[in-house]
C-alpha cells in the first residue's frame, strides 16, 4: 500500500508564491521519480516537473524558471517551490511517484492565483 499526502496548496496572489509537499509512505521501494502534474478546468492533467533520484529534473517550458521540483530523500517527502505565480497557474495539483509503467497518485491540492 502507498500512500501520498500533499499539503501547502491555497489562494495566493498573482506575482506570489507557494510550496508544496508530498509526503510518501508505505511499499514505496524501487518508485525513484517524482513529479508534479495539475489539472486546470477543461484540460487534461499535464506534467509540471518531475525528479530521479540521481536528481535529475524535468520542467514543463511554462514553469521554467519559477517552479523548482526538490526531494528529501530522508523524509520520503518531495516539493514544488513555485514562485512569480501567474493566473494560468492556476489547477489542482497531484503529486506523483513512478516505477516502470506503475505510479501512484496523491490526492491533489487546488491552488489558486488571483489576479
Known sequence: QVQLVESGGGLVQSGGSLRLSCAASGSI???NTRGWYRQAPGKQRELVARITSSGSA???DSVK???TISRDNAKNTFYLQMNSLKPEDT???YCNIMRYSTDYWGQGTQVTVSS
Do not use: E, W
Open 29 to 31: 521501494l524501487g518508485f
Open 58 to 60: 524535468t520542467y514543463a
Open 65 to 67: 524558471g519559477r517552479f
Open 91 to 93: 489547477a489542482v495539483y
